[in-house]
Nanobody, 134 residues
Framework: QVQLVESGGGLAQAGGSLRLSCAASGRPFSSYIMGWFRQFPNKEREFVAAFTWSGGKTYYADSRDSVSGRFTISTDNAKNTVYLQMNSLKPEDTAVYYC????????????????????????WGQGTQVTVSS
């Protein structure tokens, strides 16, 4: 049974920082693709960042309100944990943040991190609320 457990959410002030953690258990995740998504009220879940352990690649959302440059995805292999460091937080970052994992279908696939759709992922955590006050 694969389990993903997020933690680290909470309340932060605009301009502040939070670090989210996603602890993975159930099987070795050294070949998995890990992703972070967020969901605003009454909106669909959207991609934030992804990382592939095999290739050591990262990929960030590319949008007008891009998190690239403010958010950083990283891992602790020994702890089977993925982090999302969020700096320069804005009130519009307020959302529920989800961790996700994809079992790659091929060794080539495991080398890329451009998995940005919710349907790409096989496992999900329960989510952690991030609230940024102005």
């Amino acid at each position: 049974q694969v389990q993903l457990v997020e933690s680290g959410g909470g309340l932060a002030q605009a301009g502040g920082s939070l670090r989210l953690s996603c602890a993975a258990s159930g099987r070795p995740f050294s070949s998995y693709i890990m992703g972070w998504f967020r969901q605003f009220p009454n909106k669909e879940r959207e991609f934030v960042a992804a990382f592939t352990w095999s290739g050591g690649k990262t990929y960030y959302a590319d949008s007008r309100d891009s998190v690239s440059g403010r958010f950083t995805i990283s891992t602790d292999n020994a702890k089977n944990t993925v982090y999302l460091q969020m700096n320069s937080l804005k009130p519009e970052d307020t959302a529920v943040y989800y961790c996700a994992a994809r079992s790659p279908r091929s060794s080539f696939e495991a080398l890329t991190a451009t998995w940005t759709k919710t349907g790409h992922y096989d496992y999900w955590g329960q989510g952690t609320q991030v609230t940024v006050s102005s």
